[in-house]
Structures are given as C-alpha cells and as structure tokens.
T-cell receptor, first 113, second 110 residues
Framework: EPEVTQTPSHQVTQMGQEVILRCVPISNHLYFYWYRQILGQKVEFLVSFYNNEISEKSEIFDDQFSVERPDGSNFTLKIRSTKLEDSAMYFC???????????FGAGTRLSVL | GQQVMQIPQYQHVQEGEDFTTYCNSSTTLSNIQWYKQRPGGHPVFLIQLVKSGEVKKQKRLTFQFGEAKKNSSLHITATQTTDVGTYFCAEIFGNEKLTFGTGTRLTIIP
C-alpha cells in the first residue's frame, strides 16, 4: 500500500540552527501538508501546498518556516533558526485531487536543545 | 478562531467496556472526520461524515454527526486492547487543512 515517508525519524539540533525535514508524498497525490504536534497535545496545521505554491498557512507558519517541492517527489519543510518551542513531532500528509482523506507519514521528531 | 473541543480528554476503561468520545464545535461544521493515533504513531483516517444526523458503523465503531452539524460522537462497543490510542475529530474543507479537535486518549485496563 502506498505511504507517505518522512526522514529523518528523529532530528536533534541546537537552538538557532537550520533544519530541513523531508517528505515523500504518495506518488499520485497533488496536495501536500505539514502539521505539528507538541508532545501530548493536538495536531496543528502548519501549511498546505498545491501546484507549487502555498495555498494556506497558519499563524504558526511564520517567516522562519518555508516549504519547497524541489523535484517531482520530495516535499520539504525548512526551519531557518530553530527555537526551543519548535520541539515537536512534525507530520507530512498528502491527498489526491477531489479526495478529502489525508494520509500521514510516520513523522519526524524534532528536538531543539 | 474556530475551536473543536473533545470530551473527555482522557478515558480509562476495562477491556470489554464501551467507550464514547464527543466532539463539539463553536460553529457549524461542513463535515467531520475521525482519526486514530496509536501511542507513538501518526493519525490514521477512520471515517468522514457529511450529512446532518448521519450515522456510520465500522465493526465495533459507531460514528454520529449531530442534526445541527455542530457535534459528533464516536462510540466503541466492547473495547479491546487494540483500541488504545488517541481519537481525534477534525473538520476539513475540500483539499484544505484539517482542523483537529483536542483529542480523547483511550487507555484499556486488561
């Protein structure tokens, strides 16, 4: 069964460093998303991406965040200068056109020290 | 902004007992989806409800959408240890963002 894959599974970084979280969405999906989940809390929307541009972003997704689809398969989330409060699980998701079901990857746990 | 609240936040049940989680919105929902997240796992889609008063069943799981489309519930009959996890309701518009509820964490006492 097709699945969304995310790498790395765990990323440890120092405060102020840049991190790039990588995702490979399901191949025929055209809508891509990033969510985050702080430990023990609900899943929060960050950004949605379609047709090579951001279609919607939340208040969390400030200038420190950016997304990119550098090639036909990868979808990345970059945090330019990490803060302690960026520590969370980051989930990538994708969906097919006309289908509102989103498929989530296993997540990347980001730990900012 | 829109808030989707779930109650209870935590539920501990004996294996074999029933479990219900409730999802309430401050605004009318266009539709509601339910997701399950196993401990240490990722959200997995369970079902989508669209119509007012809709009821859907998946084996031991029963999902309801309120008549006013402001609330929803998930009921599990005769819980099993495999039901452990956090259950989230979420609203979605088309291919846009999911707005997740606060979740109900279910633990099962064997």
């Amino acid at each position: 069964e097709p699945e969304v894959t995310q790498t790395p599974s765990h990323q440890v970084t120092q405060m102020g460093q840049e991190v790039i979280l990588r995702c490979v969405p399901i191949s025929n999906h055209l809508y891509f998303y990033w969510y985050r989940q702080i430990l023990g809390q609900k899943v929060e929307f960050l950004v949605s991406f379609y047709n090579n541009e951001i279609s919607e972003k939340s208040e969390i997704f400030d200038d420190q965040f950016s997304v990119e689809r550098p090639d036909g398969s990868n979808f990345t989330l970059k945090i330019r200068s990490t803060k302690l409060e960026d520590s969370a699980m980051y989930f990538c998701a994708s969906s097919a056109p006309g289908v509102s079901i989103q498929y989530f990857g296993a997540g990347t746990r980001l730990s900012v020290l | 902004g829109q808030q989707v609240m779930q109650i209870p936040q935590y539920q501990h049940v004996q294996e074999g007992e029933d479990f219900t989680t409730y999802c309430n919105s401050s605004t009318t929902l266009s539709n509601i989806q339910w997701y399950k997240q196993r401990p240490g796992g990722h959200p997995v889609f369970l079902i989508q409800l669209v119509k007012s008063g809709e009821v859907k069943k998946q084996k031991r799981l029963t999902f309801q959408f309120g008549e006013a489309k402001k609330n929803s519930s998930l009921h599990i009959t005769a819980t099993q240890t495999t039901d452990v996890g956090t259950y989230f309701c979420a609203e979605i518009f088309g291919n846009e963002k999911l707005t997740f509820g606060t979740g109900t964490r279910l633990t099962i006492i064997p």
